[in-house]
């Protein structure tokens, strides 16, 4: 009896446990001081973490990103394996025999070009705790376990080195930018539900745990600086940042000046410093403000000031379609080894063709609402952060281009559709560390994923992607979103069942394979055409049939399918459409008429509008000879 009441117990535990989010909290307080003379600084840093797990924790671990910038590290020797290396950490050159091989550049890294982020006196609540590095990460085990609910103090000091640029952080990139300050402190380490995401650093991209910065920069009072947070002492920076109207007065004897910024509920913090930057300022009807900063460079001036306007534009499109920006401030800065996205701004290259270079910013400024504000795990969910911020990125420009076209993911879909034929496609649940090839990995973060949205509308319609888009930003920002909480979101705001689309898109290499096998005229003199249909691909779909008559009209024929439980509406409502019988997975062939002779039938398309991503196009059309 006893087993019985178990049983009946269980459900409720398991409900529970979903329902109940958690996640850690961290406020960072930090003071730095840059010599720019050998791109060294000092810093000292005080943490309050609050642990908000059911957990008690007597480890805790930081990133030291820095410290992949040596030769022999992890990052290094990923680099010198893998069989399509990144060509911006790699140079090309022609061994013995002539051939042109690639050779990692952090190999060749001299001490005084490395970068590294050294801890020491490393405190938990003024007492001292064992901290061991073990490459970019530090291992402290607590003197003090922290029980779940409480909050603890960590105080470290930390000695570092900007290393030459080779990824995203670094100096004097091949645009001249002196200090591109990404991954530049120690960083807590984020735990959750799964356990502890101390993953190294070997090229991928962040997983941080929200919380507030207050730092404080000390650096040559000849650099201006921009970045993550809102500027504190701007009246007394100047450099663009003073309030309207304001008289900025500086000590002429002073060699140095320091930059205070505070950045509310964010998950990192960045900086970029250079002597010549240009700082315009454009503020929005919202009160945002948009920072633009630049090099001094005449051939290069005119594309940035072009692009100031339109990077509103863009803001104003995410605001309306996925949600409302929830920062005062965002910066684009000239900075980087191409593009990325940090919170609050982002670190770009800026030499380029308007139109490249507005696509870049639309990409990296998208992340603040795909990645820093729906803070998935990158390392884990690339697909969430690339993927997604790549299809509102396509939108956008697709809706500010004077020619528009009818599918702006086409290019995503061919991207994937390549991969998935190719045999080098792994599923979307892998690791981003564990891809075979960098190729592999992009497209299919950045195409696959995308798709994964291009595609909810084919299964769901406009309208429900639409509002399904807006509720998930509604509904988790701030916060660290799950595959399964896109896909709960979709089926909340639609009514229909997608477990198995999650599952085919993201945890399989199961493809979308459908054809026409038959057409053919009814034999008993009645004016109607049989089509067959048949479901080759393992990843089932329901069905859009388009019908071109010979007489210019056209019809449409949907097949719903069973397992989806939905029945989209009409996305072309200006034409007929007949409702089918749904078709289930387990059969794999499909048969229906068409209310006219074949004569009259000049094609038929199945998915004429390009949104189901089947992998093998040419038996998806049969026209008329």
Request: aromatic share 12%.
């Amino acid at each position: 009896m006893k087993y019985f009441y178990l049983l009946l117990l269980l459900p409720i535990f398991c409900f529970s446990q979903t329902k109940h989010y958690w996640q850690q909290k961290v406020d960072y307080t930090m003071e730095v001081s840059m010599n720019i003379n050998n791109y060294q600084y000092k810093g000292t840093q005080k943490l309050v973490y609050k642990n908000n797990s059911e957990d008690t924790l007597r480890k805790v671990y930081y990133h030291l990103y820095n410290n992949a910038f040596q030769p022999g590290s992890e990052m290094d020797m990923r680099l010198q394996n893998i069989v399509d290396p990144d060509g911006r950490m790699v140079d090309k050159v022609k061994n013995v025999d002539g051939k042109e091989v690639k050779e990692s550049r952090i190999a060749k890294l001299q001490p005084n070009e490395i970068g590294y982020l050294k801890i020491s006196n490393f405190k938990q609540d003024k007492v001292a705790a064992k901290a061991i590095e073990k490459g970019t990460i530090l291992e402290v085990t607590l003197n003090k376990p922290l029980l779940p609910g409480k909050s603890t103090c960590f105080t470290l000091d930390f000695d570092g080195q900007v290393p030459v640029q080779i990824r995203r952080s670094g100096r004097n990139n091949s645009e001249g930018i002196e200090l591109s300050m990404a991954q530049w402190y120690p960083k807590m380490a984020e735990f959750d539900n799964e356990g502890w995401h101390a993953d190294a650093y070997i090229g991928r991209e962040f997983h941080g745990v929200w919380g507030n910065f207050d730092v404080k920069i000390t650096i040559d009072k000849n650099y201006i600086l921009g970045g993550t947070g809102y500027l504190k002492n701007n009246n007394e920076i100047g450099c663009g940042y003073e309030d309207v109207g304001k008289s900025v007065k500086k000590d002429k004897n002073a060699k140095t000046l320091t930059w205070h910024f505070i950045a509310p509920n964010v998950h990192d913090f960045t900086w970029a410093a250079d002597k010549d930057y240009i700082h315009d300022k454009l503020v929005r009807p919202d009160g945002v403000t948009l920072h633009f900063l630049y090099k001094n460079n005449p051939k290069i001036s005119e594309v940035w000031k072009q692009a100031e306007p339109l990077t509103s534009k863009i803001m104003d499109f995410y605001n309306q379609n996925v949600g409302k920006y929830p920062y005062k401030q965002y910066s684009v800065i000239q900075g980087g080894d191409g593009g990325m996205e940090y919170a609050m701004c982002t670190l770009v290259l800026g030499e380029g063709t308007l139109g490249g270079f507005v696509g870049l910013i639309a990409h990296e400024m998208g992340h603040s609402w795909f990645q820093h504000v729906l803070a998935t795990n990158e390392s884990k969910h690339s697909w969430m952060d690339e993927g997604f911020t790549s299809y509102i990125e396509d939108w956008v420009m697709n809706e500010l281009s004077s020619k528009k076209v009818e599918n702006p993911f086409a290019g995503a879909y061919k991207s994937y559709i390549n991969l998935a034929n190719s045999g080098k496609e792994q599923p979307l649940s892998t690791h981003a560390d564990r891809y075979d090839e960098n190729r592999s990995y992009s497209i299919a973060s950045y195409s696959k994923g995308e798709v994964f949205l291009a595609q909810l509308e084919y299964l769901i319609g406009k309208e429900n992607l639409r509002k399904t888009i807006k509720k998930y930003y509604s509904d988790f920002k701030f916060k660290h979103p799950t595959p399964n909480d896109i896909k709960r979101t979709a089926e909340r705001v639609s009514g229909a069942h997608l477990g198995w689309y999650l599952i085919d898109w993201t945890e399989t290499l199961n493809t979308i394979d459908y054809g026409i096998k038959n057409v053919e005229a009814a034999t008993d003199g009645v004016q109607r055409t049989g089509v067959s249909l048949e479901r080759i691909g393992r990843t089932p779909m329901p069905i859009d049939v388009m019908v071109e008559y010979i007489d210019g009209s056209k019809e449409s024929f949907y097949v719903p399918l069973e397992m989806l439980f939905f029945e989209k509406e009409n996305p072309t409502p200006s034409i007929k459409r007949t409702t089918l019988p749904s078709w289930n997975w387990g059969n794999p062939n499909y048969f229906f008429e068409i209310p006219k002779g074949k004569s009259a039938i000049k094609k038929i398309t199945l998915d004429a509008s390009g949104l189901m991503a089947d992998v093998k196009r040419e038996n998806n059309v049969y026209e008329a000879k």
